[in-house]
């Protein structure tokens, strides 16, 4: 998609750009999820995460490095919401582990989901760039499908309050 050196000058450029979004965009978030309900957050990481379709398919490097920018920010409010999350739906005792299977889940879903994308994207187009604008769209498509759901989900059944559930909710859950 890029020349060898224009290429080789946004990986450079990449590990710059996340140190320098990460750090101010955790902070932000840190304030934000005290203050702001999780839902208002839950899209905001929806709203960069499409955001970035449309940048990274561009290829010229103004385009890559905002892409980047957007990632940055779109993935640390996402990974830094599963502790919160995970706060929300379990009691103190259960943090660790509900935060544990979260992550693992996540982990094993994409040892699944990876290798349909790729056969999906492979079968759009014949170039790589067919192919990575493909794997792309795949992925833009099931953020919008799977966060349609979230919406949906959170509209029909609230998420409890932070520090509401506790033992004796799991107890009576049981």
Do not use: K
């Not at 932000?28 to 957050?41: E, K, R, W």
């Not at 759009?124 to 769209?137: M, P």
């Amino acid at each position: 998609m890029f020349e060898l050196c224009s290429a080789t000058s946004l990986i450079s450029d990449v590990g710059t750009i996340l140190t320098a979004v990460r750090v101010p965009v955790n902070l932000l978030f840190g304030v934000a999820s005290t203050q702001l309900p999780i839902s208002l957050l839950l899209v905001a990481s929806d709203m960069f995460a499409c955001a970035i379709f449309p940048l990274v398919i561009l290829p010229t490097p103004t385009a890559q490095h905002a892409a980047t920018v957007f990632f940055a920010m779109q993935s640390t409010i996402f990974y830094t919401m599963i502790p919160v999350q995970s706060q929300q739906f379990s009691p103190p005792e259960l943090f660790g582990s509900l935060l544990g299977l979260v992550n693992g889940f996540l982990g094993v879903l994409q040892f699944v989901v990876v290798p349909i994308e790729d056969s999906i994207a492979a079968s759009l187009g014949a170039s790589e760039r067919q192919t990575f604008i493909g794997e792309e769209a795949v992925w833009i498509t099931l953020v919008i499908i799977f966060a349609s759901f979230d919406y949906y989900w959170r509209w029909r059944v609230p998420p409890p309050r932070l520090g509401m559930v506790n033992m004796a909710t799991v107890r009576a859950a049981q």
